[in-house]
């Protein structure tokens, strides 16, 4: 066997890897729209004060962690939790170099705890006072967007979340 032929065999065997996940058929630049509509508490980007990253995690009823770009409904969401995650620098700890570093931490300061298909009770660790809330899927109050590019396939997801009103119950 010649090396050309040892080479084209390789290609031929990778061509062959390659489409058997799928990926051959997906041409590049395919856009796939979704839309989602949440509540208008859940902020899709985390963001900073000062050293302070503030995030949302979405769970399931299971409790699992729910990536907020695969949502498909409000109603697959059972609780949220707003985290704040800085360093301590209060407390530290000798890493292996000997160098002492501030506690990387993460609290919960907020949670919403869906109550039933269309209320949420919110609670602040702060005051520790729950107020129940009530859905309004119908009343927009803003919009989002996020584009997405999956390595593999590298088909463009972009998706639009639509997030409608919650409001206190009298």
Request: net charge positive; aromatic share 10%; proline share 6%.
């Amino acid at each position: 066997m010649t090396r050309r032929t040892s080479l084209l065999r390789s290609i031929t065997a990778i061509c062959a890897l390659y489409a058997s996940f799928g990926t051959s058929a997906q041409e590049p630049g395919t856009l796939i729209r979704r839309t989602v509509t949440l509540p208008n508490f859940i902020k899709i980007e985390d963001y900073r004060i000062k050293d302070t990253l503030i995030t949302y995690a979405c769970f399931n009823k299971d409790g699992d962690l729910l990536d907020k770009d695969t949502v498909t409904t409000p109603s697959s969401i059972d609780y949220v939790s707003v985290i704040k995650k800085y360093s301590d620098p209060l407390h530290t700890y000798t890493d292996k170099d000997g160098t002492k570093k501030p506690i990387p931490t993460e609290k919960i300061f907020i949670r919403y705890d869906r109550l039933g298909s269309n209320k949420w009770m919110f609670i602040d660790y702060a005051s520790h006072k729950p107020i129940t809330l009530q859905e309004s899927p119908s009343d927009i109050t803003g919009t989002d967007a996020k584009t997405i590019i999956d390595p593999v396939t590298r088909e463009e997801t972009q998706i639009t979340y639509k997030l409608f009103k919650v409001v206190p119950v009298k």
